[in-house]
């Protein structure tokens, strides 16, 4: 993924990368607060999602209960998140009284929220750039939903994960990754048996 880091703002690599290990929807990763992530143990807690109003940002409760839930984060993880901090650190020396302090993550220029709407413009272009297919950056929310079915994590899992309200909202959603999925199952039985049959 080296072609992240040709975007001007360092931070959207870590916000890429982010929304791929932990499939969060964009408005609860730029709703995510720094008193929401333990770095030492591993985890994140989802607690609200940002919007727009009228111009302003407002923070709300996830979409549904079930939204609202504890992620692991994997350690190549911690280790951006740690970036992240140390580079919001350098930032807010840089920028003196302009900084808006938001406790957020992932910030605009001066902390204020960051906007979904510049992360998927911003995203757009440098797939573009690189003749890649025109996706959403929802899209990589299924990403991560897709490998962890592919990697036969259990559907409850994946559905707690990503704050589903119950494991048919997953597999209603991701039914054609399940079919590809039992396909490659089958096949993978057959030449398994291939190989012991005399």
């Not at 957020?104 to 757009?124: C, D, H």
């Not at 399940?178 to 039985?189: D, G, K, L, R």
């Amino acid at each position: 993924m080296a072609f992240l880091d040709e975007f001007s703002n360092p931070q959207l690599p870590r916000v890429i990368k982010t929304l791929i290990y932990t499939g969060l929807r964009v408005g609860e990763l730029t709703a995510l607060h720094w008193e929401e992530v333990d770095l030492d143990k591993a985890m994140i807690t989802v607690k609200y999602n940002l919007y727009r109003l009228d111009g302003e940002y407002q923070l709300s409760t996830p979409k549904t209960k079930s939204s609202a839930r504890v992620i692991a984060l994997p350690p190549q993880l911690v280790e951006i998140l740690r970036e992240q901090k140390a580079w919001q650190d350098e930032r807010r020396k840089v920028a003196g009284t302009r900084w808006i302090e938001r406790g957020a993550v992932f910030t605009g220029s001066y902390g204020e929220y960051m906007s979904k709407n510049y992360i998927n413009l911003q995203f757009k272009q440098l797939l573009a750039k690189h003749n890649f297919p025109d996706i959403h950056i929802h899209d990589l929310r299924h990403a991560n939903a897709s490998l962890l079915i592919n990697m036969g994590v259990p559907v409850k899992v994946i559905s707690e994960h990503l704050g589903h309200r119950d494991t048919r909202t997953t597999e209603t959603i991701y039914a054609h990754v399940y079919a590809e999925t039992m396909v490659q199952a089958s096949n993978t039985i057959r030449e398994a048996l291939a190989t012991v049959e005399p």
